[in-house]
């Protein structure tokens, strides 16, 4: 599934036909801002409960995006579309909210549209279509970790964010021992529907635990979640006993954090 619906901005002074995506036109009608036949058609596109949009996320297909500089907000410049469509812009209004503008007439106020001829409306109807490529995404949503350090004064514990999540997340303590916890806190970002099945799912974090020099564990640590969206993989740290050769012993443990 999309995850998200496209319908027509409708205008007041406007004539539709049988759906939001048509109008009644009269031959001869030349587009032209704000004229009969109007030199633009603007649909939005709208993402489902629970979703999020981004505009990296959607193409037109089959048509070419155009190099020009950067907008606020961003947005996306398309030619080579469907005739009568000169070109095409998609903006980012928010993250639930796309907005495409299709233009049957130059506009020389956007970079790159000012060229071509004005759409005539024909003695014949004029039926398009416009493929939209895109998937929205399940919304980020707030998250909060919480880690008690184990107990003793022999442990060193560090944490490390996915560097992708570093401007979105927030750490504290010190990993020395001073502090007797941690906490991780922020916004996560929209995650993807197409993870592999077998996925760990989205990193987050690396969880280090490891003993003070001359210092081993007994048995190794655990870590543990209050919360089901969440999973853990963990590796043990071996290192060679001084005292019993051909045995190791456990001296840390590195705990890699992901969101489902």
């Known amino acids: 599934m999309a995850n998200y619906t496209i319908t027509r901005h409708t205008e007041s002074d406007h004539t539709y036909g049988c759906t939001q995506f048509s109008t009644m036109q ?4 030349i587009a032209v801002n704000g004229a009969a036949l109007d030199s633009t058609v603007v649909w939005d596109l709208t993402a489902d409960t629970g979703f999020s949009l981004e505009l990296d ?3 037109f297909t089959g048509a070419t995006q155009m190099n020009v500089p950067p907008t606020i907000p961003p947005s996306s410049s398309w030619e080579n579309l ?3 469509i000169l070109y095409a812009q998609m903006v980012q209004v928010s993250s639930v909210l796309i907005r495409i503008t299709l233009y049957l007439a130059p506009d020389a106020s956007q970079p790159g549209f000012g060229v071509g001829n004005n759409f005539v409306m024909p003695n014949t109807d004029v039926s398009i279509t416009v493929p939209i490529e895109g998937c929205a995404m399940i919304a980020g949503h707030p998250m909060r970790l919480w ?3 184990p107990t003793g004064n022999n442990t060193i514990t560090e944490i490390t964010v996915n560097p992708e999540l570093e401007k979105r997340l927030a750490q ?8 007797k916890s941690h906490e ?3 916004t996560l ?3 993807a529907l197409d993870k592999v099945a077998s996925s760990s799912g989205d990193h987050l974090i690396s969880y280090i ?4 020099s001359g210092h081993r564990y007994r048995s190794t640590p655990t870590l543990t979640f209050n919360s089901k969206l969440y999973n853990v993989e963990s590796f043990t740290q071996l290192t060679p006993s001084s005292y019993e050769k051909g045995k190791n012993n456990i001296t840390g443990v590195r705990f890699e954090i992901y969101k489902k």
């Open 209 to 212: 635990v490891v003993a003070e």
């Open 57 to 59: 996320d959607f193409i």
């Open 184 to 186: 991780v806190v922020g």
């Open 82 to 84: 469907p005739y009568p």
């Open 172 to 179: 504290t303590g010190d990993g020395s021992g001073g502090l």
């Open 147 to 149: 880690f008690n350090e």
């Open 189 to 191: 970002p929209p995650q």
């Open 26 to 29: 009269i031959e001869g009608q």
